[in-house]
């Protein structure tokens, strides 16, 4: 469990907060680029890390994310009009270009120095792969864009699939990533075939293996597969919002030939934004309709099933085994009902872990590290602000296989899956 000051620590994530310092030393997906589809569209709301911002699209087709409120008289940026050369607020007129400087104050006289006194707050942007990605830390303290498998790879083999807005913490939603002991109980679906689905059941425990590494924690996830084996399925936290799950499909030999990623944005202290990614390594990904939800969420995300309406449980489904949980809808939701329904943030004083809380655990035990060590201003994991410094994932490789118990499970790993990045491991 968290003592309560040690929640608190991880929780809090506005201006000024630790863990949300932590979060503005790191390039955070801040929206997707379909919600600015062309150039001078109509901008958009972003809320992110407990501030309230405004993305938009340039004439020359650069995003600036803005502080939402006009530094004139505090006006929306929202209702702004989207010029070649930056937005302008309808208010007065001020016109802001893509970095935050003040570009026209027409109301003002023709000498007047407000445009070059007067800034902005404006966060960098790069857009790669279906995500704009921002930095909201101190310029002089910039890193690296990091080379992850997804932002690395081709664009045809990366697709960002949907979007969620959780009601609840961002340690919540992250902690029900890398929770490997729940999708046998709250996912179940009667007729539920596989590998995956044979021996993760309600009735076969697993064992952990964890490796913390310089940007994350693996767990090695290991359950009972008989005669001598393990199916084992890594589940792979990278800091400090992903976590990579073996979902897609295999390709010729049984190589695992893609994953998908849970992306868990802090919003505020109270909502998180999740992105669903999906990457194939050696050839294009299969299109599929991005809001393969779109019947049970608003376009921006928000949930049609909710606390409110008790996620539409359907106690006869859950009765009857069709659906263990008796939520109906996928999988987003049924976490959605048990991530929200523990408040709007957790109480983790007065938890009782187990022994498959074991990644949980470490998890947790790697953002407070991180945070402890921002505050005794030491270094964070994972980041390279220098060509020098090491900012390749070239150890992130993901496994989900029936492996021999005989050997060592690192020495399967070339047999069982390809690397994430171009060549062989």
């Not at 939603?173 to 590998?195: I, K, Y």
Request: a negative charge; hydrophobic letters at 35%; charged letters at 25%.
């Amino acid at each position: 469990m968290l003592s309560v000051e040690e929640n608190e620590l991880l929780c809090r994530v506005g201006p000024g907060t630790p863990m949300g310092e932590v979060f503005r030393r790191y390039w955070l997906p801040a929206l997707p680029s379909r919600d600015l589809p062309e150039v001078r569209c109509a901008p958009v709301r972003v809320r992110l890390l407990g501030e309230d911002l405004v993305a938009f699209r340039d004439g020359e087709g650069r995003v600036g994310l803005i502080a939402e409120k006009c530094a004139h008289r505090r006006a929306s940026l929202f209702f702004g009009r989207c010029e070649p050369e930056g937005l302008r607020c309808v208010y007065h007129g001020w016109q802001y270009a893509v970095d935050g400087t003040i570009l026209d104050t027409p109301a003002e006289p023709a000498n007047s120095m407000m445009k070059h006194t007067v800034k902005q707050t404006a966060y960098p942007c790069h857009e790669v792969n279906g995500l704009i990605y921002t930095y909201m830390g101190p310029a002089a303290e910039q890193p690296l864009l990091p080379e992850l498998p997804w932002i690395t790879a081709p664009a045809d083999h990366v697709q960002l699939r949907r979007r969620v807005i959780n009601d609840c913490n961002w340690l919540q939603t992250q902690e029900g990533n890398v929770d490997s002991t729940h999708s046998a109980f709250l996912h179940a679906r009667a007729g539920s075939t596989g590998a995956v689905r044979q021996y993760r059941t309600q009735n076969n425990p697993p064992k952990f293996d964890l490796e913390p590494t310089r940007w994350g924690v693996r767990a090695i996830v290991r359950y009972p597969a008989g005669e001598g084996k393990s199916f084992i399925r890594t589940n792979t936290f990278v800091m400090p919002v992903y976590t990579a799950l073996p979902n897609n499909p295999a390709v010729e030999g049984g190589k695992q030939d893609g994953y998908n990623i849970n992306v868990e944005v802090p919003m505020d202290d109270y909502h998180t934004m999740r992105y669903f990614i999906a990457l194939r390594r050696s050839q294009p990904i299969e299109q599929q309709d991005w809001q393969d939800l779109s019947d049970f969420l608003e376009p921006d995300g928000r949930k049609l099933l909710n606390r409110a309406n008790d996620y539409l449980i359907d106690r006869e489904k859950q009765m009857s085994n069709e659906v263990f949980s008796g939520i109906v809808a996928s999988a987003p939701f049924q976490d959605a009902a048990m991530t929200e329904t523990m408040g709007p943030i957790a109480d983790r004083e007065h938890e009782h872990l187990g022994t498959t809380d074991t990644q949980v655990v470490a998890v947790r035990r790697y953002f407070l590290d991180a945070v402890q060590a921002f505050q005794r201003g030491e270094s964070l994991p994972g980041l390279a602000r220098t060509s020098a410094e090491d900012n390749s994932y070239d150890d992130l490789y993901l496994v989900s296989a029936v492996i021999s118990e005989e050997r060592a499970w690192q020495s399967q790993v070339p047999e069982v899956t390809t690397h994430v990045l171009a060549g062989a491991r």
